[in-house]
Nanobody
């Protein structure tokens, strides 16, 4: 049974930082892309960042590029999202997801999803 469990969300002031974690279990993800998406109230789920588990190649949405950093720890089967210089518009539920396909910015290509973790950035 595949499980993705996010943690690390919370309330932070604008300009602050948070690090999200996604612990993956239940299968081998070596040929997968691991992504972080977010969804704010009343908005569609949007792509944030992704990493290729095999070679560590990373991809970012323009809205987070230069502020967020995605990484993985193979030994712990965990993916991280370091979020710096947070803005109120970053407020959303953040989801970890796993995709065996390309087109990593497309939510429908992800097979597995975590339950989400709330990030709230106050102004």
């Amino acid at each position: 049974q595949v499980q993705l469990v996010e943690s690390g969300g919370g309330l932070v002031q604008a300009g602050g930082s948070l690090r999200l974690s996604c612990a993956a279990s239940g299968r081998t993800f070596s040929n997968y892309a691991m992504g972080w998406f977010r969804q704010a109230p009343g908005k569609e789920r949007e792509f944030g960042a992704a990493i290729n588990w095999n070679n560590g190649a990373t991809y970012y949405a323009d809205s987070v590029k230069g502020r967020f950093s995605i990484s993985r720890d193979n030994a712990k089967n965990t993916v991280y999202l370091q979020m710096n210089s947070l803005k109120p518009e970053d407020t959303a539920v953040y989801y970890c997801a796993a995709s065996p396909r390309g087109a990593i910015a497309v939510a429908r290509n992800y097979d597995y999803w975590g339950q989400g973790t709330q990030v709230t950035v106050s102004s």
